[in-house]
């Protein structure tokens, strides 16, 4: 194990700022014996002196080398927990947090009142704790409360590399607490964990650290890991590819650990399925002969070409900073290709999965890992498999680095990764597959080399390979910045463009956000439009808005929902608009005709009963909301049972988040409120038309910028554009889904003439949005404020919509004081 310790920059000496005591910890035999195999205890020594003499460090070390589990434990026996402050250390995963505070506490033989969790509102910390693990969103809600986090005498940053926008922002603002801290005799540290990936961007950074933070390297032992790169590189069903392939090395390769890197979790349940049938646990024994002649046929041959795959130059991964591919073209790296190893003549029948036949020999264990799979579920992954098995796990990107899977010698890498995109016009946010970068597909090929020289192989070529960016980007440059806007103006950050980002987002992403909040009434309105509008300071609406965990529109409504007891109501609707896909597609195209005909009888049923939870009367003017309203409420009456869901056309794994985050949202209101609070029975009454008509208000206010009127005659320049609706943010109009509860029949334009009470919603709820001036020659007809699903031409992406008229003059009578906090 070597060691590469950066010296901090010339400068005093430093006195050790914590006395070098040592508190005893009392381990079990065997787990002791496991953490001495680990490469951080090796340099134990190295790292407490570092931290010892300066304020903040960087220790990167390759995934599964001991960091998360083993560095509290260092600190925590280097007496850090022993005074009045503790061990704080965040992770951007709740699963990372919960899984290794409980991994800490048994390694350490203490009890989870000690060493416990924090993530949003739920945990297990007490009076005792000494070691707390969290989220990295709950100690920025930490830093809002108490600045200088008096609480705590270290925190570690973990997974930094992961570069998560709370992450970011975290290290921004303990560059500054930790000297401030250090100034006021309050001594504190910061430790900053990362796998070994690029660190340069909290070191070579002035503004964060003007002298850069040590960096402690940590190499784990690694074995070379072969790279075989696919000749063609499938771009529709890599899905299926990826489950050919395993099946393949299983059937052909010497016995280890399979590792298969997917997107999501569909995908991961998808192949584990496929896997589990073309190899069943308990082989039948009635695989006939000729087959056993086949695969032994293909395994002989294959075992002579690999004999020639072993001659040709293997790329070793020994840093994963470095890119050590070879440059040559496509061929020269062929003979490393499984695909071009020349078996074809004698492949195995890849048609559909009932072609996969079980290998005779040797049983697959399939496991899935990703995120949101329950915690004994992932454990699984930990344990020895079953004798005479071979292990193979279908993995997410969690798998990537937060945690680390023994006895793996296969990695199976689609090269792709799901991330969240954000259309920067409509301001919503997506999922997509995209590629991965250079950097994680060589942390993902890592994972086969822990334990013995491994093989990595990649569902794409080497050419796709050398078009990968070379890292991933910050989340913080990909995504708007909103929320984090609101939340560190609420820390009194005012001009956030001169906040010390580790990567900053661009100066428009900053402006937009300042522009969003000033729209939502979030930030006061700056005095000068000529006047950069980014040191707005935030109002009590902001205020109220910053203390909920979720975006800002939410979080207007959340803050307003208080009226006529709205608040269960808002909640379920904020909770059922952070959920994608609740209801099952009645869309989908059909496999044959029978089941086209099933389906077409299915949907006609199905948009009933969502006709059914859209409501009458007053209630329909909520639209697709009202559908979703309907929809958790006779979900919760039911029960909320697997059964209810399937039969009404509802996703259960959608209905069941729904569950949690209505409880979630529930606490935080609560926890905010000063005076009662309120109380969410998960059934649920349907709204009165009183609070119908204060839920439609609540929802304008929230969506403001989602308006949409209906367009103008002479706005129409083709004859489709007729039922088109016009929004503020695009150029081609909108039309409403063909799902929507408004499609068929959308809300009647009232009269123009603004006598009706609707007509002054939206200049009093959202006059940034109106027409200062005379009216209109010919007035837009305009909808009454109602929510819908919405169809863009230009961009394809549904998104829902709160609409109606922007142009009404601007002489209202009245405020809406109830809508004062
Ligand atoms: P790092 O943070 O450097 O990636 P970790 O501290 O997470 O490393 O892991 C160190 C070792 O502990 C790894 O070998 C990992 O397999 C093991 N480990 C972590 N969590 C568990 C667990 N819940 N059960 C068993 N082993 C675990
Ligand atoms: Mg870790």
Redesign the pocket.
Known sequence: VEKSAQQPKEGPVRKPSQPAVFVPVDRMPEIQEARLR?P?LAEEQVIMEAVRENPCIVLC??????????MPQFLYEAGYASGKGIIGITEPRRVAAV??S??VAMEMNLPTQVVSYQIRYEGNVTTDTKIKFMTDGVLLKEIQKDFLLQHYSVIII?EAHERSVYTDILIGLLSRIVPLRNKKGLPMKLII?S?TLRVEDFTDNKKLFPSPPPVIKVDARQFPVSIHFNKRTPMEDYVGEIFHKTCKIHRMLPPGGILVFLTGQAEVHDVCRRLRKAFPFRRSTTDTGKEEETFKDTRRFKKDKQKQAVALPRIHLDNYSALPVDEGDEDQLAGVDDDECGYEGCELDLGEDEDEKADPSIPLYVLPLYSLLAPEQQ?KV?QASPAGTRLCVVATNVAE?S????GIKYVVDCGRVKKRYYDRVTGVSSFKVSWTSQASANQRAGRAGRTEPGHCYRLFSSAVFGDFSEFSEAEITRRPVEDLVLQMKDLNIDKVVNFPFPTAPSGEALMAAEQLLVSLGALEEPPHIERAKLSCPVTPLGRAMASFPVAPRFAKMLALGRQQDCLPYVIAVVASMTVREIFEDLERPAASEDESSKLAQNKARLMQMRRLWAGQGPSLLLGDLMVLLGAVGACEYAGCTPQFCETNGLRYKAMVEIRRLRGQLTNAVNAVCSEGGVFVDSKMAPPTESQVICLRQILLAGLGDHLARRIREEEILDPKWKNGYKTPLLDDPVFIHPSSALFKKPPEPPSIAVSNREGLWIPQLLPQYCHYGPPLETPAPWLCPSTGTIRSHCTSTFYRVAWPLPAVEKAYPEGLDRFKL
């Open positions: 680990l951080v070390g390759e995934t599964g080398s001991g960091k998360t589990t083993q899984s290794m409980q991994r973990d964990m796998a454990a930990f680095t945690l680390t899977i023994p």
